[in-house]
């Protein structure tokens, strides 16, 4: 089954734990996207990634990094996280086309991250 | 900057009644593709449809019906006789040169 999966689901940690949230996808896609979701705010990007070891800042990336060094994985770091960054986090892959992202988005199921 | 609305924050409707979800976007993008997706209470995000710039025929799908007008920069989703499984949230999307979301719609039907 073609899906984008995301470990955690649910986190709730503390100011200034490093933490990690993997995300994986089996549909050979080269592109692979971060987002968050804050109520009223919609979906916000955070980072991208057009393949292998090529990624680049979306709209909010403070406080976040990432790495693709597999086409399947794409994980997000939050090296030290505080509380402004408790928010529902989204993973989504999909093919390439002539633009960046005018193919349809594969989303993972969401991480709903807590910092205290 | 390219910018999506999506001006209607919550609607609530009757079962069976018809529901149109605005959109407008704007642009100086002459290639650009629009989505819409469906994020139900369980929370996933489903892809619905995906449109491009040159591409203006309205599109049915069952109950589901899409209509993209370029003169006034809109592409606006109807459900016909919704249902109470239609409720959740409803994002519309536009790409050009960067993805940009609405803030959603939160479409309740009630039984």
């Known amino acids: 089954e073609a899906q984008v999966t995301q470990n955690p689901r649910y986190l709730i940690t503390v100011t200034g734990k490093k933490l990690t949230v993997t995300c994986s996808q089996n549909m050979n896609h080269e592109y692979m996207s971060w987002y968050r979701q804050d109520p009223g705010l919609g979906l916000r990007q955070i980072y991208y990634?057009?393949?292998?070891?090529?990624?680049d800042k979306g709209d909010v990336p403070e406080g976040y990094k990432v790495s693709r060094k597999e086409k399947r994985n794409f994980p997000l770091i939050l090296e030290s996280p505080s509380p402004n960054q408790t928010s529902l986090y989204f993973c989504?892959?999909?093919?390439?086309?002539?633009?960046?992202?005018?193919?349809?988005?594969?989303f993972g199921p969401g991480t709903r991250l807590t910092v205290l | 900057a390219q910018k999506v609305t999506q001006a209607q924050t919550e609607i609530s409707v009757v079962e069976k009644e018809d529901v149109t979800l605005d959109c407008v976007y704007e642009t100086r993008d002459t290639t650009y593709y629009l989505f819409w997706y469906k994020q139900p209470p369980s929370g996933e995000l489903v892809f619905l449809i995906r449109?491009?710039?040159?591409?203006?025929q309205n599109e049915i799908s069952g109950r589901y019906s899409w209509n993209f007008q370029k003169s006034t920069s809109s592409f606006n989703f109807t459900i016909t006789a919704s249902q109470v499984v239609d409720s959740a949230v409803y994002f519309c999307a536009y790409s050009g040169s960067r993805l940009t979301f609405g803030e959603g719609t939160q479409l309740t039907v009630n039984p």
């Open positions: 990634s057009m393949n292998v070891e090529v990624t």
């Open positions: 989504a892959s999909s093919a390439l086309g002539i633009e960046r992202e005018s193919h349809e988005q594969f």
């Open positions: 449109r491009n710039s040159f591409d203006e």
